[in-house]
């Protein structure tokens, strides 16, 4: 077989020269503490600077996931061109889960493609050989090492706590409102949710809602939960307190929600009913005297008075709770306080979402 000298020499000077023409790069980590706090948001930083755009390279880095002894959360990944040269950053947080030394010790594999190379080189010689060729570089990204300690509270971070409640003093059966937000940052995830048990007071509680950001400082936010308190006598919300350790002084803290006494008044006076009693029938006594003047006792006799007509006050209390309410929540607390086993059926339908507006719910309530 007849060897061409000449491609073969090609070629072997685009093996032995392909480091000098690809692009040079160099790495960096950086982390923010030699010691924390188990939970304690950890930022890790690492850094790719090329000599000239790096346009050879692919980079294979993705450290991402949760391992046996810390997760690893991605706070950003960013790549830039300055004055032509290539810089690719990433950014991460890191939760330790157990006390002791724990290193970072990440891989990294740099893919470079030669293709343009070979183009450049051969000048766009010989088309129809593609000689795309990929080189890959295993390498170990500098060691990260950071010292953990056991804390004295399971949720670390800087809080504040905010309490928005209703008004102090509530008819009997109307629901007392109460929202819990805790603010600021840190593990917002070890939050517990909020129960509350008190005597002869029915209470309903929604699912704790998180407005959350990751930032260098870990997550960043707001934490909240809301309640509705039903009772037909006063009650107290006792003191309620929620600890927590902050990592920069070390100190175990605590968010109090301070006692809450409310004050439960009669649902409504007889005075303030919209449907008053009424005389269903008025009869005038000089129209009696008229009829007694020309009728005769016995047709006065065959004269049938009405009765006046008895109203059914729990009913009109219910149905005037009925007209002001505002929600499907509230119908529920109504209806569960009225007649649970009366209106099981439009209860359960209200909780599986088959009845899903108030229109809908007032007619079967209505119709049952």
């Given at each position: 077989?007849?060897?061409?000298?000449?491609?073969?020499?090609?070629?072997?000077?685009?093996?032995?020269?392909?480091?000098?023409?690809?692009?040079?790069?160099?790495?960096?980590?950086?982390?923010?503490?030699?010691?924390?706090?188990?939970?304690?948001?950890?930022?890790?930083?690492?850094?790719?600077?090329?000599?000239?755009?790096?346009?050879?390279?692919?980079?294979?880095?993705?450290?991402?996931?949760?391992?046996?002894?810390?997760?690893?959360?991605?706070?950003?990944?960013?790549?830039?061109?300055?004055?032509?040269?290539?810089?690719?950053?990433?950014?991460?947080?890191?939760?330790?889960?157990?006390?002791?030394?724990?290193?970072?010790?990440?891989?990294?594999?740099?893919?470079?493609?030669?293709?343009?190379?070979?183009?450049?080189?051969?000048?766009?010689?010989?088309?129809?050989?593609?000689?795309?060729?990929?080189?890959?570089?295993?390498?170990?990204?500098?060691?990260?090492?950071?010292?953990?300690?056991?804390?004295?509270?399971?949720?670390?971070?800087?809080?504040?706590?905010?309490?928005?409640?209703?008004?102090?003093?509530?008819?009997?059966?109307?629901?007392?409102?109460?929202?819990?937000?805790?603010?600021?940052?840190?593990?917002?995830?070890?939050?517990?949710?909020?129960?509350?048990?008190?005597?002869?007071?029915?209470?309903?509680?929604?699912?704790?809602?998180?407005?959350?950001?990751?930032?260098?400082?870990?997550?960043?936010?707001?934490?909240?939960?809301?309640?509705?308190?039903?009772?037909?006598?006063?009650?107290?919300?006792?003191?309620?307190?929620?600890?927590?350790?902050?990592?920069?002084?070390?100190?175990?803290?605590?968010?109090?929600?301070?006692?809450?006494?409310?004050k439960v008044t009669k649902a409504y006076e007889k005075e303030n009913l919209l449907d008053k009693e009424e005389e269903i029938f008025e009869f005038s006594y000089d129209y009696l005297y008229l009829i007694l003047s020309f009728?005769?006792?016995?047709?006065?006799?065959?004269?049938?008075?009405?009765?006046?007509?008895?109203?059914?006050?729990?009913?009109?209390?219910?149905?005037?709770?009925?007209?002001?309410?505002?929600?499907?929540?509230?119908?529920?607390?109504?209806?569960?306080?009225?007649?649970?086993?009366?209106?099981?059926?439009?209860?359960?339908?209200?909780?599986?979402?088959?009845?899903?507006?108030?229109?809908?719910?007032?007619?079967?309530?209505?119709?049952?």
């Open positions: 077989m007849k060897i061409n000298l000449g491609k073969f020499f090609l070629y072997l000077f685009i093996i032995f020269n392909i480091q000098l023409i690809a692009s040079e790069y160099k790495w960096s980590a950086s982390i923010n503490k030699k010691s924390a706090f188990i939970n304690e948001p950890i930022y890790l930083k690492y850094i790719c600077e090329f000599n000239d755009s790096g346009s050879l390279y692919t980079i294979d880095f993705n450290p991402i996931g949760k391992f046996e002894k810390y997760n690893i959360l991605v706070l950003k990944e960013d790549e830039k061109i300055i004055n032509n040269k290539r810089i690719n950053t990433y950014e991460y947080i890191a939760y330790v889960k157990e006390k002791g030394k724990v290193d970072f010790d990440f891989d990294v594999v740099m893919k470079k493609t030669t293709q343009d190379s070979i183009v450049e080189l051969t000048g766009g010689m010989d088309n129809d050989m593609e000689m795309e060729q990929f080189f890959n570089t295993y390498l170990k990204q500098k060691l990260l090492s950071v010292n953990i300690q056991e804390s004295k509270s399971s949720l670390l971070g800087d809080f504040n706590i905010k309490i928005k409640k209703d008004k102090l003093i509530k008819k009997a059966f109307s629901p007392f409102h109460l929202e819990i937000k805790i603010n600021g940052s840190g593990n917002f995830q070890d939050i517990k949710d909020i129960k509350f048990d008190i005597n002869n007071v029915k209470v309903f509680s929604q699912k704790p809602t998180q407005e959350l950001s990751l930032t260098k400082q870990g997550y960043t936010g707001t934490w909240s939960q809301k309640f509705a308190f039903v009772a037909d006598k006063d009650f107290s919300i006792e003191e309620f307190k929620i600890e927590y350790m902050n990592p920069e002084d070390a100190l175990k803290k605590n968010l109090i929600i301070k006692k809450i006494d409310v009728i005769s006792g016995f047709i006065l006799a065959k004269i049938k008075f009405k009765k006046e007509k008895t109203i059914d006050n729990d009913s009109i209390l219910f149905k005037e709770k009925l007209n002001n309410v505002k929600s499907l929540d509230e119908l529920l607390i109504i209806l569960v306080l009225q007649d649970c086993i009366k209106y099981d059926k439009i209860i359960k339908e209200i909780e599986n979402k088959q009845i899903t507006s108030l229109a809908q719910a007032k007619k079967s309530i209505f119709s049952s």
